[in-house]
């Protein structure tokens, strides 16, 4: 089931019974969910990306890669995917909370639990604050504990509508650490701190990350640290996104994993494109490849080229990595996605909008914490 249906369906109801200020369909609304708060790749092949089972389930995880994508979007793919599926996994206690009866505390706060659940105990806490915007928080303790034991925040956020439900402006928080520290069989940690902005009928979406130390799970997935950023625009379709991530370059002397800046976009029904920057592992220091690929629509790779360069990025300090081109730039599907090497500036720690944007969200939170 979507994940805003869930929070909707089941928090009217029992906010409908709820007295005092707040507006308890305005209250609903105002919380976030998955759709308008996570990166996206290719919206046709969206069990990869790590964005699909919106009409599922949210216990359900997809499938892993399948590994048969372009090379140097699969490696993008791969962060994404970790991203979208932690956060979803992250907001599945909300959904739940918001079916339980809500408390009332004063200042127009609404409390839902403690509700038990496989790892630990959560409470769910909704403020409406000024100007129609509302503040909301997440807390946990172990599992089977007493009453005297103190919560941990997890998770943290605000909204301010646009006038469409789970829509408009606002901010999105989890520590990965506080869950750990209250259910140690939990996998992941580090911080999660996103803004995200809506536009138009609220189909259009800007969204900044920061990474810290984050992983859901140091066994399978190396930690990162640095900005993810994204937007999809509701008239095409058309996404883009920004992420940073360990992994092998194509063409490098060994299996050793480099730090990969990607810029990726695609088109639906028409195919994408990878801008790379990478140094680290296998690259010499004071030294950068750069490369390019694209795809079609089915995601067949139709050319790619990895360069190596000196610090400077100067085009004339670059020469090409043997065995690493595929095809001709002429060869991708769309003229936008032709063109010279592009790789995104920068060391991946920047929440700078990629080009194409439909606006630019706020600030993105620095720690995990709540307004109230």
Known sequence: ????????????????????????QEAVESLPDFAGTSLELNTDALAQDGAAL?????????????????????????EVKALND?????????????KQSAAEQPGDVRVYGPVDRANATFRLFIRKGAG?????????????????????????????????????RGTL??????????????????????????FGKGGSKSLAYRLANFTPNPATHEAVTGAFVGHKLEATGVTRVRVLGPYNLPGTATSAKEKVLSSVRHIP?????????????????????????????????LYRVLLQCSDSGRPESCTEVPGSRVGNSQACPAVELRGDVAPPEGTGD?????????GAPDDVPTDVTADF
């Open 350 to 358: 920047d929440v700078t909008p990629e080009p194409g944007n439909p």
């Open 1 to 24: 089931m979507r994940w805003n249906k869930t929070l909707a369906v089941g928090a009217a109801l029992v906010l409908s019974t709820a007295c005092g200020g707040v507006d308890d």
């Open 173 to 198: 928080a989890l520590s990965l650490d506080n869950l750990k520290a209250v259910a140690p069989s939990y996998a992941g940690q580090g911080k999660l701190m996103m803004s995200f902005a809506h």
């Open 86 to 98: 932690t956060l979803r996994q992250a907001l599945v206690p909300i959904a739940d909370l918001a």
């Open 132 to 168: 129609q915007r509302y503040q909301w928080k997440l807390e946990a303790r172990p599992l089977n504990s007493a009453d005297d034991v103190e919560y941990k925040l997890v998770a943290a956020g605000a909204l301010k509508r646009d006038g469409v439900a789970h829509r408009g």
């Open 269 to 301: 029904g028409t195919g994408g494109r990878a801008d790379v920057r990478a140094w680290g592992g296998d690259i010499a220091a004071n030294t950068s490849y750069v490369g390019s690929a694209c795809w079609d629509a089915q995601e067949r790779e």
């Open 54 to 78: 919106v009409a599922q389930d949210l216990v359900q995880v997809e499938a892993s890669l399948d590994g048969q994508g372009a090379a140097m979007l699969e490696g993008a793919r791969l």
